[in-house]
């Protein structure tokens, strides 16, 4: 049996460029991939905290170190520039895997500045 669990994550990214002329796609700082384990050409879900949105594109890789989150092609109808959004990457994992399977966590401020990183999300309490 295959589950799919998050793989990684981008947390609180803020939108630095929507270009509806762009083939599509959402380019994310080489830095930011990296940390995340994300990679080019990967799909990837996208959550717009700002307006509620949430859409399916995947990764391209833009400047390193540049901080750009740019939201491309028809996808540039659903978030803005500023607008803060998660970006996550799901993987297919067998039973054997899940044993060790702990997913990549990257906290971003909001000039897109790495603050921090993790595999584990606190418990939600009451």
């Known amino acids: 049996m295959q589950s799919l669990m998050l793989k990684a994550k981008l947390h609180k990214a803020c939108v630095t460029h929507a270009e ?3 083939e599509g796609s959402c380019a994310i700082d080489g830095n930011m991939l990296d940390n995340a384990e994300i990679r ?4 990837i879900q996208i959550y717009n905290i700002t307006n509620g949105e949430r859409f399916t ?4 890789r833009a400047e ?3 901080g750009i989150i740019s939201v491309n092609g028809a996808a540039a109808h659903k978030a803005d520039v500023g607008d803060r959004i998660i ?3 799901y ?3 067998s039973e054997a895997e899940l044993l060790n399977h702990k997913p990549k966590l990257v906290y971003l401020d909001e000039k897109n500045t790495i603050i921090r990183s993790s595999n584990t ?3 939600q309490a009451a």
Request: proline fraction near 4%; charge should be negative.
């Open 40 to 43: 080019e050409f990967e799909q």
């Open 87 to 89: 970006i996550c990457a």
């Open 121 to 123: 999300i606190p418990v």
């Open 64 to 66: 390193t170190g540049s």
């Open 91 to 93: 993987g297919s994992y």
């Open 20 to 22: 509806l002329d762009y």
């Open 57 to 60: 594109t995947y990764a391209i």
